[in-house]
């Protein structure tokens, strides 16, 4: 993240100089030696340590929630340096679950310590599937890379990770011979990580250009006025497009400037899409472009205002019989949003609650940036809220608020008391005989509330 748009608070990740920096290093340094694998070849140290992580499919299905109840972090740590061991192993499908393993448990927890140590070792993981394996393989390593750059935050640490995986990642994002769905999660994951890490004002412009020159490649033909039909880059170019407009967040005025010039006028060619993914996708690029440019310039004007105008309120009223009733129905809320964006200037904003805190999402900018972070992390989102200082500082929510145990047993509720309840309001025809003095009055209201 360039330097004029990073917070002012500090984060865990944070100046690259010092001892714990140098520590990192040497404490990931030792695993530089080891040899690329094969399908063909595995070593023995690796085989070895395989058999007691038979199973990795398991943990990459149920995520780290049953250690968090059941076990200690201690298990968790073993259970991840097994996985990491894993992605050295000579079946692919190991390799992939045990990418997906490690995944799921950074998204879920904050592993930051942990995964500083091995740094140097998660990097070589993810680059050896990126290079070596298979369109699955690529997509699980490049959704590990996304979350890891998430876990260490902008410094050098993840400054570093970028410039191993970063030509790579392109690599695959221009290569036409990859597998689209491969493409796709590179290009995600390149721009969400340039978002993080970049410091460097002229790599930042480059990654741009780079997603610029695959989404525009959906751009409506002059002479053709049939509308666009949608192929199978249709979801490339998606992805593409949402995470370029993201790194737009973050450039400089005068480059939103040229930006805007040189898209606002093309963009809503992709109105016309029979993809009604694109159509979501280029009308809230729409509304996000329009609110930077009325940052930038108070008296921006739009010449072509009523015939945009007229678009946006046809796809907010849509009822060709053709469409799935769901795509129509999708279309149309997030439509008529746009429409207010570009027409009133108006922002319907939205609450997100995680522990005994609220954010509210009050504009197309930090939209489009939690959406993303929520892609990325899955379920795992409230709990970075709560605890990643990298994504608190993004949505300026201040320091984690720390909550001692008494106040968070105070929140709990078991799961058992939480399906009596919801039986006794919902009128359940199952016999569930339960007296009602068996719910106190303060977690009546706790469920109520919550």
Known sequence: MPKNKKRNTPHRGGGGGGAGAAAAVAAGGQHRNVQPFSDEDASIETMSHCSGFSDPASFAEDGPEVLDEEGTQEDLEYKLKGFIDLTFDKSAKTRQAALEGIK??????????????????????IERCLKKGKSDEQRAAAGLACILCVQLGPGIESEEVLKTLGPILKKIICDGTASIQARQACATCFGVCCFIATDDITELYSAMECLENIFTKSYHKEKDTNGICS??????????????????????TNEVKKKLEMHLHKLPSLLSCDDVNM??????????LFELARETDNDFYYEDMESLTQKLRALATDGNKHRAKVDKRKQRSVFRDVLRAVEERDFPTETV??????????CWVKKQTYDTFKEILGTGMQ????????????????????LDAATLKTMKISRFERVGFKNILLGSKRK??????????????????Q
């Open 104 to 125: 799921n448990a950074m998204a879920s927890k904050i592993l930051y310590e942990f995964i500083l140590e091995r740094r140097i070792t998660l990097t070589d993981s």
């Open 231 to 252: 192929t199978p880059n249709t979801v490339l170019h998606i992805s593409s497009l949402l995470v370029w407009t993201l790194l737009l967040t973050i450039c400089p």
């Open 279 to 288: 159509r979501i996708a280029a009308g809230e690029s729409l509304a996000l």
């Open 353 to 362: 609650k995680f522990g005994p805190e609220r954010m509210y999402i009050d």
């Open 383 to 402: 709990y970075h809220l709560q605890s990643n200082e990298f994504l608190r500082n993004v949505f300026e929510l201040g320091p984690p608020v720390m």
């Open 432 to 449: 569930i005989k339960l007296k009602i003095t068996f719910f106190t009055i303060k977690q009546i209201l706790t469920i109520i509330f």
